[in-house]
């Protein structure tokens, strides 16, 4: 047995330049936009992706793509054949998927079984854990696109590791040899931490989305190439000083000015006044909170925001 009692090769410092884990046969089940990146750049470590699963039309394209000559089978053959599992399925999909798996017999004691969902932690595999798997949670913070290019974007990027205290090694090792950095997420703030992360990145979608929108009503041809300087270097500033970063009229309190947006939404684009009351009061909020806004002028404010259509 080894030095971590699993049966498994000692990882040591996974920082470490020369260290080198023994190579392993990887499988993936689900071909979404993760899980041929994650065994894509496994296979770049020296490890072996021997077999994937993939049911849609697009999935196994992806997996056809940045997983060339891997044999595509049913995720029972996938759990056959590896010793390394990638669980890249939906959120939702997943405790079901793990249910399955641990109750047709797929699962081997001693396999490692690697979710990337960022809402769970191992506990969503335990049915598989009691099978004699070994549970991880890799985590990558990032959106996929599900091309090529991802491969290269996990250089650098955090991964939201939780696992056993036994398997932390093995889990940081493999996500250092994906190229990212792990960042450990206690199993009781998994869903937090999630949370986090899908606030900040798919409402920012939808804000940017909006904007652009209402740029076209305001015949910007280019909407995208007027924002991103403005954009880009509100993210850097709001990344780097937080709420000092606010500016604009809410922060400086020109109810004013945000009655005249008001009005214009309600006109052209009524589909995002919502959206944008919603921030304008949150914005407020962080706003006074921070002693960048007098009290009088988030009354003010808030006043405006609370207005109906006359």
């Not at 390394?84 to 998927?97: A, K, M, N």
């Not at 191992?122 to 990558?140: F, I, S």
């Not at 986090?196 to 041809?221: C, F, K, R, W, Y």
């Not at 000092?244 to 309190?253: I, M, Y």
Request: aromatic share 2%.
């Amino acid at each position: 047995m080894s030095a971590n009692g699993f049966g498994l090769p000692d990882l040591g410092d996974p920082a470490a330049p020369d260290n080198r884990p023994a190579r392993l046969a990887v499988g993936v089940v689900g071909t979404g936009r993760v899980g041929p990146a994650l065994g894509a750049a496994l296979q770049l470590a020296g490890h072996r992706v021997v077999a994937a699963s993939g049911v849609s039309a697009a999935s196994r394209r992806r997996a056809e793509l940045l997983l060339p000559g891997v044999r595509l089978v049913t995720p029972p053959q996938v759990m056959a054949a590896a010793d390394l599992v990638l669980l890249t399925v939906p959120d939702d999909v997943l405790p079901e998927l793990v249910a399955g798996l641990a109750a047709t017999g797929a699962v081997r004691p001693g396999q490692l079984l690697v979710h990337s969902s960022g809402a769970h932690g191992v506990a969503v595999l335990e049915p598989a854990t009691r099978a004699g798997a070994l549970p991880l949670a890799l985590h990558p913070a990032m959106t996929f696109t599900g091309t090529a290019v991802d491969v290269a974007r996990l250089a650098g990027c955090p991964f939201g590791v939780t696992s056993p205290e036994e398997l932390r090694p093995v889990a940081e090792a493999l996500v250092v040899e994906m190229g990212g950095e792990p960042e450990w997420v206690p199993e009781a703030v998994r869903p937090l931490y999630h949370t986090a992360l899908a606030h900040g990145s798919n409402h920012l979608v939808t804000l940017v989305a909006q904007a652009m929108e209402i740029l076209t009503d305001a015949g910007v041809a280019e909407p995208g190439r007027m924002l991103g300087p403005l954009l880009g270097a509100a993210l850097d500033n709001a990344l780097r000083s937080g709420d000092a970063a606010l500016t604009g009229p809410v922060a400086r309190g020109d109810a004013g000015t945000v009655r005249t947006h008001i009005t214009q939404l309600r006109a052209v684009s009524p589909q995002v006044l919502d959206s944008y009351r919603a921030m304008a009061r949150a914005t407020a909020d962080r706003a006074l909170a921070n002693g960048m806004l007098k009290a009088e002028s988030a009354e003010a404010l808030l006043d405006v925001l609370a207005e109906e259509e006359t």
